[in-house]
């Protein structure tokens, strides 16, 4: 099964706020409240940021927003700060046969 | 929240099997879910497959089924993946993540283990 759809790049200047897609089917975030989203800095591992769509895991900032409509979920960071340029991958429960978690590609956060 | 450490960085030859493993403390490893992650070079992240260990039934992706194993030690709140027939598209960073069962997000992360298939 394919990889949830997520653009490859967005950049944004400090203080603006940007808006990352994830685009999915019925079968998985259509049909079910559990996208979540991770930030991932070089060479670390990834960190929760957003679960259940909308809310935002222990100690993450007010900056970060989650959202659905339809098949495509989005992450909105607002107030930029260099420390946000990192990648990120949104995830959702799928119920394809032929497994259970799908993830995105991920997106490139640069700023400017 | 659980903290999770694997061990270290291995180099395989084709054709044979790895054993990463990710301990667990500071959480009840039983009741929760652990999954296992894959992130080739420069690549997203994939779903290999995981286990809650009170139950021990583990379930995988398809991609992985017959080649992956994942166990679950309740004992010493350890998690192994055993990978065989090692391929060079196997080399990769490997993650155990935990998160509650039935959620399918993970908010704990082990620290990632490098994985290297070379002849």
């Known amino acids: 099964q394919s990889a949830l759809t997520q653009p490859a790049s967005v950049s944004g200047s400090p203080d603006q706020s940007i808006t990352i897609s994830c685009t999915g089917a019925?079968?998985?975030?259509?049909?079910?409240?559990?996208v979540s989203w991770y930030q991932q800095h070089p060479g670390k591992a990834p960190k929760l940021l957003i679960f259940?769509?909308?809310f935002r895991a222990s100690g993450v900032s007010d900056r970060f927003s989650g959202s659905k409509s339809g098949n495509t979920a989005s992450l909105t960071i607002s107030g930029l700060q260099a420390d946000d340029e990192a990648d990120y991958f949104c995830?959702?429960?799928?119920?394809?046969?032929?497994?259970?978690?799908?993830f995105g590609g991920g997106t490139k956060l640069t700023v400017l | 929240q659980v903290q999770l450490v694997q061990s270290g960085a291995e180099v395989k030859r084709p054709g044979s099997s790895v054993r990463v493993s990710c301990k667990a403390s500071?959480?009840?490893?039983?009741?929760?879910?652990l999954s296992w992650v894959q992130q080739a070079p420069g690549q997203g992240l994939e779903w290999m497959g995981g286990?809650?260990?009170?139950?021990?039934?583990?379930s995988y992706a398809q991609s992985v089924q017959g080649r992956v194993t994942i166990t679950a030690d309740e004992s010493t709140g350890t998690s192994y993946m055993d990978i065989h027939s090692l391929r060079s598209d196997d080399t990769a960073v490997y993650y155990c993540?935990?998160?509650?069962?039935?959620?399918?997000?993970?908010?704990?992360w082990g620290q990632g283990t490098l994985v290297t298939v070379s002849s």
């Open positions: 993540a935990s998160g509650v069962p039935g959620t399918y997000y993970f908010a704990s």
């Open positions: 500071g959480g009840t490893f039983g009741s929760s879910s």
């Open positions: 286990i809650i260990p009170m139950f021990g039934s583990p």
């Open positions: 019925s079968s998985d975030i259509g049909d079910y409240e559990s």
């Open positions: 259940g769509v909308t």
């Open positions: 995830s959702s429960y799928t119920n394809s046969n032929d497994l259970e978690v799908l």
